[in-house]
């Protein structure tokens, strides 16, 4: 069973681990994509699947005739574990003078929203040939061309066409998500204010919130504003081999039958005391996760937008 993050928080709370339940919860607070995504757990280091290749072929006969033998096609798949983690070492002269809260706590705070904001980061961009040890990413996996789609042609890149988005929206089997940059969806937030667009609307989220939605999917900017690097700027190169203004736009089917991350253990909290050689106190921070892509509609890529107005 794959569980939200927020709903891994709750279990943790109902289990009487509060200091887990508050980091897991934060976690999913820092992103709103990781808010969307599932997680299952698994035993050992990687998971095996077969991923559909070709349908058996079926027809009709007549009265008399044999069937024809036709088999379908998978593919063996397999995704492993990383290892995504950080720890804070503070000096236990901080911790008596300043106290738990501020020495501590505060610093776990700012870990778990680096590491939130890290995993948005590497679902997106994760290479494993330029990090080993990291994941591989939708920008590395969508390969397929009916999955990698152009919003035009030109070295520049083009206006946002909503046609480009329909189709990139259709290429996904069961979409519930769109993953855009903060400055893409000011586009948007400007076209729906503006009334340029009848199927943009606000529609609340589980918690409550009023995200704005395109054709009933959430849109989704990964974290808010901050000081580390926003995600999907204006910096990717266009097709054709342009200049490097563009941004890409991901439509997702967050699910068990879409994209969804694997972990063994969950998010694990642990706190290493002191020793006689180290007046330190240090807490560690883990998780064994990756990424499951489930079907290769699971996900698809809309490139070569420039910084313009959306058009139809």
Known sequence: MSLSLNEAAKLALDNGDTKLAGIMAQWAEE???QRMMRFMGISGNSVTW???GELPDVGFRG???????SEGVFNPQKESLAILGGEIKVDRFLVKTMGEEAAVTDQVTLKTKSLSQTFTQSLLYGSTLTDPASIDGLQTRITETSQLLANGATANGDALSLVNLDTAIDAVANPNAIIMSRAMKRKFSAAYRDG???NLMLQPDDTGR???HYNDLPILTGYGPGKNTPILPFTEANPGGGTATGTSIY????GDDGLMGISNGGIMYQ???ENSDHPIQTVRLEWYVGILRKSE???SRLWGIKDAAIVH
């Open 31 to 33: 992103s709103d994509v």
């Open 50 to 52: 077969n991923l559909e």
């Open 63 to 69: 009265v008399g005739e044999d069937w024809q033998d």
């Open 196 to 198: 340029t667009f009848p």
């Open 210 to 212: 009023h995200v704005l």
């Open 251 to 254: 439509v997702v089917n967050f």
């Open 271 to 273: 706190e290493i005391r």
């Open 297 to 299: 509609f699971a996900a």
